[in-house]
């Protein structure tokens, strides 16, 4: 596939296949380890001789130049994948070199660089394979300030919302203005103004918006929450994560998502 990705790239079905194959290793060869003793992959019968496969599997997590929209998401998940596999080839450092070339050859803070550091995070105990730490914490810091830099606040801030750059501030007011109708709709309803518990997390509530879907699946990984949906509210930090979207893209807009 990477011999061909000019060709292939932009074929879907071809690069599903490949994800699909992927994917379905991944699923059978972990399975097996929860079966093994000792839950190590060592003790497996693919330790030592998949090497083929994960030579072919790193080769698509730097692809150089030639990554672009159609097969972003394939390397990305060649990541993933080198990541989780890494561990059953005898010299586990060649997976983690992969994925250090990776952070190399895409730009800091980029979908490929931050997935490239996560892996190592979660694979390689957030080092590289000079054993010097990678400090993933800083790179989601940062990943969180260049995609989210504008903070408002409203009602003394009990309202909080973090925007991408690309987030208009009437937009933002629109969404300020929404939270209060409904509020007010709910206070109605109850024939109750009080909180009905007080000192919770959603005392404050904060509401996280990325410039885009693209940019809303960081949120993955830099707060830790799915990302396959349109928008998620989790009660126990009080924050709803979602992104702006284009009428192409969704056939609500933001404000009309936010009230439901």
């Not at 490239?116 to 010097?132: C, P, R, T, V, W």
Request: with cysteine; hydrophobic share 30%.
């Amino acid at each position: 596939f990477k011999d061909n990705i000019d060709k292939y790239g932009s074929n879907y079905s071809k690069g599903n296949a490949v994800f699909n194959l992927m994917k379905g290793i991944d699923y059978y060869t972990n399975s097996v380890i929860y079966n093994t003793k000792g839950y190590d992959a060592k003790n497996t019968e693919f330790y030592n001789r998949i090497d083929p496969y994960m030579e072919r599997l790193e080769s698509l997590c730097t692809i150089g130049d030639k990554l672009n929209n159609d097969n972003a998401w394939l390397v990305n998940n060649a990541l993933y994948y080198t990541g989780r596999m890494g561990k059953f080839r005898e010299d586990p450092s060649i997976s983690q070199r992969a994925l250090e070339r990776a952070m190399k050859e895409y730009p800091y803070l980029s979908y490929q660089y931050i997935e490239a550091a996560n892996d190592l995070d979660l694979n390689f105990g957030g080092k590289n394979s000079s054993g010097n730490d990678i400090d993933f914490n800083k790179i989601k810091a940062d990943a969180r300030e260049k995609y989210l830099p504008k903070t408002y606040t409203f009602d003394d801030g009990k309202f909080v919302v973090k925007a991408g750059d690309k987030v208009t501030e009437e937009k933002i007011k629109r969404l300020y203005w929404a939270s209060k109708e409904v509020k007010a709709q709910f206070m109605r309803v109850v024939q109750n103004d009080k909180a009905l518990e007080e000192g919770n997390p959603d005392d404050i509530l904060t509401v996280v918006i990325y410039n885009s879907p693209e940019e809303y699946k960081l949120n993955r990984i830099i707060n830790g929450f799915s990302t396959d949906n349109g928008g998620i509210y989790i009660e126990n930090i009080g924050t709803f994560f979602t992104y702006e979207r284009t009428p192409e893209e969704s056939i609500y807009t933001l404000e009309e998502l936010f009230r439901h």
